[in-house]
């Protein structure tokens, strides 16, 4: 049995490169910022999994029509030329789509028109009326239709309706979709680079702001540009941001919690400023961005907190036991830490705290972040 032959398709890795770096922008950047979605068109659609759909559709065509089957006779060819027509149909479609969302015109020119044309004129309206049901025009495959050849038949009004042949190469008709595809996938990432641009220069100027903006204003600023990032840690919540605010002045432990936002949101500005560049760019990202991106944050420290209790009871590292007070564990939790530390005031009093408010999480957690820190300090961690 002989083996089928094909036609060499449109350039798949090329155009899946492009199609992976558009939703590589979607999901990193339009699917968690509210800034980047107020640039688009973000409706409850885009909300779902709408993109994502389109996007692996329209890879699939793409994989369809890297290769085009080539048929020995009229009645085999016309059900692939149906078929393919179609998928190259569909693909216009998803493009206009595309734009449609980040706010383009739709595609137009040549490339666009004679797809359109021979899919309407072959699988769409092969008998075509006007909407007072006026004859048009009317098209029917020929016999050589076949192989490497696309060829039919026309009759319309604007030529009287004498007959016409009309013959297209495959390998023409792949080149012009592949243009047309290569042609807007470009445009389309150069539009969502231009954007993200936007948003880079938000995120560089919020940094900048940092010595002088208000709390307030930080958190309001973060809620437009990064909302994301309140969901690092159930600490960095609006409401408690501003609780842990409004109590510095009475206890460290606040204070901390508030310098450890300040310091990680840095960092995760810093993070993205960095990852955006690279993506305009077109680089591959950095293995390890770690001594780029490290940010000092003043940390006032509890006075006497540089001394190390030396004590029999005080292990040299306690990560796993530590890591369990956060669980509340029936073991290391914090009668165990109220036994094992009940010689150093500091640590203690901590922990007191700690007992005491065990069923409000929120002060639960800043307890346990400011004894991270106490216990870092101190050599243990």
């Not at 450890?260 to 690279?278: G, H, T, Y």
Request: charge should be neutral.
């Amino acid at each position: 049995m002989s083996q089928p032959e094909f036609i060499k398709g449109i350039d798949k890795d090329k155009i899946i490169r492009l199609s992976e770096k558009i939703r590589e922008a979607w999901n990193d950047y339009f699917l968690e910022s509210r800034y980047c979605q107020q640039q688009i068109n973000f409706g409850p659609e885009e909300r779902t999994n709408h993109m994502g759909d389109l996007l692996n559709y329209f890879d699939d065509t793409i994989e369809l029509l890297e290769q085009i089957p080539l048929k020995p006779n009229y009645q085999l060819a016309l059900y692939d030329t149906v078929s393919v027509l179609q998928l190259i149909y569909i693909g216009q479609d998803l493009i206009d789509e595309l734009r449609f969302v980040f706010k383009m015109p739709q595609s137009s020119g040549a490339d666009k028109l004679l797809i359109r044309t021979l899919r309407n004129e072959l699988t769409g309206h092969p008998i075509s009326r006007d909407k007072k049901n006026n004859f048009i025009s009317s098209v029917f495959f020929t016999r050589n239709s076949h192989g490497k050849v696309i060829e039919y038949l026309r009759y319309h009004k604007e030529k009287d309706y004498k007959s016409e042949v009309i013959r297209y190469e495959w390998s023409e008709v792949v080149k012009v979709h592949e243009t047309y595809l290569l042609g807007n996938l470009k445009e389309i990432l150069a539009t969502i680079k231009d954007k993200l641009k936007h948003y880079q220069n938000q995120l560089s100027q919020f940094l900048k702001s940092f010595p002088r903006i208000s709390f307030d204003g930080l958190v309001s600023k973060t809620e437009h540009l990064m909302e994301v990032f309140f969901e690092h840690s159930s600490l960095y919540s609006d409401s408690n941001l501003r609780y842990f605010f409004q109590r510095c002045d009475l206890h460290q432990r606040y204070s901390h919690c508030i310098n450890c936002f300040i310091r990680d949101l840095k960092r995760d500005l810093l993070q993205v400023e960095m990852d955006l560049k690279q993506f305009r760019a077109g680089e591959l990202p950095m293995e390890n961005l770690k001594s780029v991106h490290q940010v000092k944050t003043k940390i006032v420290f509890t006075k006497g907190s540089d001394k190390i209790i030396e004590s029999k009871q005080i292990e040299r590292n306690i990560r796993y036991q530590f890591s369990k007070l956060r669980d509340k564990h029936p073991i290391f939790g914090i009668d165990y830490f109220i036994e094992t530390y009940k010689d150093d005031p500091e640590l203690l009093s901590e922990l007191k705290h700690m007992q005491s408010v065990i069923g409000d999480d929120r002060e639960f957690f800043c307890s346990y972040e400011y004894l991270r820190h106490l216990f870092t300090t101190k050599g243990l961690l």
